[in-house]
C-alpha cells in the first residue's frame, strides 16, 4: 500500500505555489481604523487626494513677498528698493494689497498675497530702517528694504497642488503603510482608513515527543518550539497567530483540533511531527477536513520536502516540517505570501543585499535549496559565508543574517558568484 | 540682540550627537514579557544556554540505528545483513541494547540507543522479511535488513548539544529579538524574558497655522502632520508615542505643555513652527525646562539646520523643524538614535542597497545632504533617481523609496556613483 506522499508528485515550489492559487480565491476582511493606529497595515482602498496641497500658494523661507519683476537687474551695487507695507500673519488669509515697489514680510509657511508671485529670502535684503519693536528678530518690519538679487515669478513659494494635486492616486489598494504614509493622509484631513482585517492565523503543533517550553523535557522529549517560532512570524507578516498547542500523533485528536482550527481562523498551519507515519497522519487528517483537501504534498526544495499544502471548504491548510528551522523556511515561502495575500497586499520588492560567495554551496538540479548564511564587510565588499552547522538546527537560524537561494536549475554555487542574499 | 540660533555654532551631525551623548546617560527601564510576546523587543539581559539542545542524541532521518562498524565495507552488491530487535518509540527514553549485527528502527527525531553511533538511512536498506502488521510504512519493522552503503560513526545523527552547548551565550544583551529568536528561547524552555520597556516618546506639535487633521483649514492654516508622522516614527523604532496636541506659538502655553510631558516621557520632541520667531519661543521654553538646556541649536545639515538637541534634567528635548519632511529626516538622524539608546539596543546593521546614481546631486562641502530617490531595477542594475520635487514636501518622502546622504566633505556626487540608499 503506497503512503500519502507517494500518491503526489513532488512539485516545484513555483508549481506548488500555482496550484494553491487555482484552488483558493483569498478573501479579503476590511475594517475602519484611526490613522495613528495604521502603521503597517494594508489599505484596502485605493486614496485619492481629496483637495490640492497645499490649499493656498506658502512661503518655503523667511523674507519678503513681493512681485518678481520689481526685482529685476537687481544687485549688491544696484539694489532694487521696496517700500514694506505689512506682514502676512502665520495661520490666516492674507489679503493686503501689494504693488510692484511694494514688499509683504512672510515666514516660512506664510500664506502669499494675492498680488506677490515670488519671496525674496531676507538675506537678500538690507532693511533700510528699522521699526524699532521688532529688533529681535532678522526678519523685521523694516519701513523700507534694498533687494541685492532678483526673484523670478515662482521662486521660494510653493504652489497650490504642487505636494500633491487634488484627484491624484496617493496609496494604491494593498499598500502597506509606513510612517511618511501616516503623514501624508494626516496633511490630508483623511484621519481614518480601510484596512485589511489581520487574517487568522490558527497554528497546531504535534508530535509524540513534543511537550510544551515550560515543562522539563524528559528523555526522548523536545520543547515545541514551531507554536512560537511559526506564531512570531505570522505576527510579523501581519496576521494575528491563535495557538492550539499540541496535539498527539491521534487522528482523532488531531482532526477535532484542526476542525475548530479551520472554522475559526483565515489559514492553519498544523506543524506536522517528524516521523513519516506521522506527517502521513497529518495529510489523512487534512484530506477528511474538507474539499479540495490536500493539493500537494511534497515539494521540491531543501529544506522542507515534506510540505502538505491543502485547501479545505476554502481555507487554505498547511502541513509544515516538525523540524522547527524547515517549518521556518517553508513558512516564508508559503504561508507568507498566503497572508499576503489574504490582507490583499501588493508584492513588496524583497529586503536583499548582493553580495559575494566566500564559500561554493554544492545542491542539486531539480531543486531548490536554501542556505542560511553570514554577511561580513571585507575589501570593502560585502561576503556571504553559508554558516556552518547542520541546516535543520534553529540556532544555525538565529546565527544567521539571511538566507541564500539555489536556483531549481542551478548545480550549486561556486565561491566568488554574487548572489542576492534575503534578510 | 542676538537670536537664540546666533549664540550656537552650527554642528556637524557627529558632533551634535556627541555633544548630546556627553550631557546624557539613557537609562534603560526593564520588565519581564512572555517570548510570546516578546517578537521586536530589545533584551535586557544577555541569555545563557541553561541546558544542552539537544539533551539527548537524536535522529536526523527515518531508518536504522547501528553500530557503525558493523556496516564497513557495505555496498549494493555486497550488502551487510543486519536483525531488526525494535522499534526506538517518539518521545520516549530509549534503552535497548544493541549488538554490532542488530539494528533499531528510528524516525526523525527518535533518540538513539546507548550503543548506537549512526542511522542508516531508510532508502539505503532492503527489508528481507516484512512484519505484516506495518505494511503501511516505508520504514518497517522487518525482521532483517540489508544495508547498501556503510555509514560512520556520527552519520545522520544530532550530538548533545549540537544545537547549542549548555553555557554557551545565545544572545547579547541588546539584541532586538526576531520570530527565530523566540524559536531558539523556546527551544531551552525560556518562556520569559527581561527587555526593555517601551521609551515614552513625547510629541509636541506647535505652530499658530495648525489645526488638527481632521478639521477643515482656513485660509493660512494647515493641518497637523508632525504629530501623526513622528509618533507612527516612534512606534516603528519600538516607542510608546504620547501626544501632547497642537500649541499655539506662545510661551507659556508651550512650557506648560513641555513641562508635563518632560515629567511624563524619557524623551521629549518638538515640532516647531516654521517661522524663526517660533523657532526662537521653542529654543526659549527648552532653555527653562532645566538643566543643562539647549545643547546644539542649528546642524549642518539639509533638510533640518535649526534642529535644537537639549537635554533638561536627565530628559533629550529636540526641537525639530515644522516642516513634516525636514523633521522626519531628523527624527531618524538624531530622535530614533536617541530612542535605541533607550532600550539599550545594539547598534543593527543598517537596511541599505547599492545603486547607481542616475542623475547628479548638487550639493555644498560642510553640509551633509539626504536627497530620497526611486530604486529602479534597469539593465540588471539597480539605479537610483533622486526624486523631483521640493524635498520639504511630505509626498516627495512618500514617492521614494530610500535616501541617499551626501557627505559633509562632498561636493555633490556625480551621476553613474554607486551610493548607499537608505531603505
Not at 166 to 183: N, V
Not at 212 to 233: C, E, F, I, K
Not at 265 to 271: A, K, T, W
Amino acid at each position: 500500500m503506497p503512503t500519502s506522499a507517494e500518491l503526489f508528485h513532488v512539485q516545484t515550489p513555483r508549481a506548488a505555489w500555482i496550484t494553491l492559487t487555482q484552488h483558493w480565491q483569498p478573501e479579503v476582511r476590511l475594517e475602519r481604523t484611526p490613522i495613528q493606529d495604521a502603521l503597517q497595515r494594508v489599505l484596502g482602498q485605493q486614496i485619492l487626494a481629496p483637495e490640492d496641497l497645499p490649499a493656498f500658494r506658502r512661503s518655503t523661507v523667511d523674507g519678503y513677498a513681493v512681485i518678481a519683476s520689481a526685482t529685476h537687474g537687481a544687485s549688491a551695487t544696484l539694489p532694487a528698493l521696496l517700500t514694506v507695507t505689512g506682514e502676512a500673519p502665520m495661520g490666516q488669509r492674507v489679503d493686503m494689497p501689494l504693488g510692484p515697489g511694494q514688499a509683504i514680510l512672510v515666514h516660512t509657511g506664510s500664506m502669499l498675497p494675492g498680488a506677490a508671485d515670488a519671496v525674496v529670502m531676507v538675506e537678500h535684503t538690507q532693511t533700510i530702517s528699522l521699526d524699532p519693536s521688532h529688533h529681535a528678530s532678522p526678519v523685521s518690519l523694516a519701513s523700507s528694504i534694498e533687494v541685492m538679487r532678483p526673484v523670478a515669478s515662482g521662486d521660494n513659494v510653493l504652489q497650490v497642488g504642487e505636494d500633491a494635486r487634488k484627484g491624484a492616486t496617493l496609496y494604491p489598494q494593498g499598500h502597506r503603510l509606513r510612517p511618511q504614509d501616516i503623514g501624508g493622509l494626516a496633511a490630508l484631513g483623511i484621519v481614518e482608513v480601510s484596512v485589511a482585517a489581520r487574517p487568522r492565523v490558527g497554528i497546531i503543533s504535534t508530535g509524540d515527543e513534543v511537550i510544551a517550553p515550560s515543562h522539563t523535557p524528559l528523555a526522548g522529549q523536545v520543547r515545541d518550539v514551531n507554536s512560537y517560532a511559526l506564531a512570531a512570524q505570522a505576527q510579523a507578516a501581519g496576521a494575528a497567530a491563535v495557538c492550539y498547542g499540541i496535539v498527539p500523533d491521534q487522528h482523532h485528536l488531531l482532526e477535532k483540533v484542526a476542525r475548530r482550527a479551520k472554522a475559526e481562523c483565515d489559514l492553519v498551519v498544523i506543524s506536522a511531527g517528524s516521523s513519516v507515519s506521522a506527517r502521513d497522519m497529518s495529510a489523512d487528517v487534512i484530506n477528511v477536513l474538507g474539499a479540495p483537501g490536500v493539493l500537494v504534498h511534497g515539494v521540491s526544495v531543501k529544506p522542507g520536502k515534506p510540505t502538505i499544502i491543502a485547501v479545505c471548504d476554502r481555507v487554505p491548510v498547511f502541513g509544515l516540517p516538525g523540524n522547527p528551522a524547515s517549518a521556518m523556511v517553508i513558512f516564508d515561502l508559503f504561508v507568507e505570501p498566503a497572508i499576503q495575500a489574504l490582507l490583499g497586499e501588493r508584492r513588496r520588492r524583497p529586503i536583499s543585499v548582493r553580495a559575494r560567495l566566500a564559500r561554493n554551496i554544492p545542491s542539486t538540479t531539480g531543486r531548490e535549496d536554501y542556505v542560511q548564511v553570514n554577511l561580513e564587510e571585507r575589501d570593502s565588499q560585502l561576503w556571504a559565508t553559508p554558516v556552518f552547522g547542520k541546516s535543520n538546527l534553529i540556532y544555525t537560524l538565529v546565527r544567521a543574517d539571511g538566507r541564500v537561494k539555489v536556483d531549481l536549475d542551478a548545480n550549486g554555487l561556486q565561491a566568488g558568484e554574487l548572489v542576492e542574499v534575503s534578510l
